[in-house]
Structure formats: C-alpha cells, structure tokens
C-alpha cells in the first residue's frame, strides 16, 4: 500500500510557473517509481512524466518536454513537477502516481489530484 498526498496547485498566468509536489508513503514506497498524470475536463488522464525508483531515469510526454522537470527529494519519498511555459492547455487535475511492475503485471496507487489552472 502507497499513499500519496499531492500539493502546489494553484491559478497561473499563462507562461508563468509552478512547482506541484507528491510525498509518498508506505512500506514498500521505495520499490515504486514516482510520476505525474493530468486529466483536463473533458479528456481521459494522460501521463506527464515519470522518474524511476531511485531517481535516475525520468521520461516526458512529448507535449511537455523541455518545459516539465521531475524531480526526486534526496529522500526519495517526495516527487515534485517544476512546470514552466505554462499555457492554458496545461488546465487539469494532475494525479500523482506511484508504479511498479509485478509477476502479475503493473501496480498503480494515486494521490487525490491537484488542480492547476493557467489563466490567458
């Protein structure tokens, strides 16, 4: 079991920034890799970034590549999403998300959602 608490949300003028941050507890949180999804009104989720257990590995969406940075606290447990260029396109609940692949396939647990809101 994981639990994820997400924070940092907020309203934005259009290209400014804003950093969101997930802190993941559990007993097995350091198997997991830590990313960002975001679900626009209207859309299904889709997958922002992700950054591998350890924080040596990371992967963008191509929409947000060179204007996300994901990120890993030295203690491995808090994940933060630093965003900047942000356009109102960029509106969306953003879920933190925790995985990690079993014999059984994956294992997904995620946070409550934060809502940023990019103003034109």
């Known amino acids: 079991q994981v639990r994820l608490v997400e924070s940092g949300g907020g309203l934005v003028q259009a290209v400014g920034s804003l950093r969101l941050s997930c802190t993941a507890s559990?007993?097995?949180?350091?198997?997991?890799?830590l990313g960002w999804f975001r679900q626009s009104p209207g859309k299904e989720r889709a997958f922002v970034a992700r950054?591998?257990?350890?924080?040596?590995?990371?992967w963008y969406a191509d929409v947000v590549k060179g204007r996300f940075t994901i990120s890993l606290a030295n203690a491995k447990n808090t994940v933060y999403l630093q965003m900047s260029e942000l356009s109102p396109e960029a509106t969306a609940v953003y879920y933190c998300?925790?995985?990690?692949?079993?014999?059984?396939?994956?294992?997904?647990?995620w946070g409550q959602g934060a809502q940023v809101t990019v103003s034109s």
């Open positions: 998300n925790a995985r990690r692949l079993t014999t059984s396939g994956a294992e997904n647990y």
């Open positions: 559990g007993p097995t949180v350091d198997d997991y890799g």
């Open positions: 950054t591998s257990p350890n924080g040596g590995d990371s």
